[in-house]
């Protein structure tokens, strides 16, 4: 009868340790998601202040160059014309060159603070 009683204490108290374990499990989830939600709203909100102060940075660092292309020119047609390819040529450059560019950098920033233990 002994030996029944032990095996029955011995369950319990496994029983009792996955619980445990279980709960603990549980709370870290929710400890880690919660940080990884913190850390994209955070990133997101930088990069929306970040990209808003460049964004105006660039609007005029635009129609200042109009302006500098129209007095070497002599006309703002061909200020507006020369200014607006130069963007083209900008734009396609980035698109062709996206991956390495940008979706790399973000998948290894993301990886960084996904896959840490601290």
Do not use: C, W
């Not at 929710?30 to 955070?42: D, M, P, S, W």
């Not at 007095?71 to 703002?76: P, R, V, W």
């Amino acid at each position: 009868m002994s030996l029944l009683k032990n095996i029955n204490k011995t369950s319990r108290q496994i029983a009792k340790s996955s619980e445990d374990y279980i709960n603990a499990t549980k709370d870290y989830v929710e400890l880690k998601t919660f940080e990884q939600i913190n850390k994209v709203f955070a990133l997101l909100f930088k990069s929306f202040i970040i990209g808003s102060l460049l964004l105006m940075v660039l609007i005029l660092l635009i129609i200042e160059s109009i302006m500098l292309l129209e007095d070497l020119l002599g006309s703002i047609h061909y200020a507006l014309l020369l200014s607006s390819g130069v963007l083209f040529v900008i734009t396609i450059l980035i698109y062709l060159f996206r991956k390495p560019l940008i979706e790399g950098r973000v998948i290894k920033m993301v990886s960084k603070t996904f896959f840490s233990t601290e």
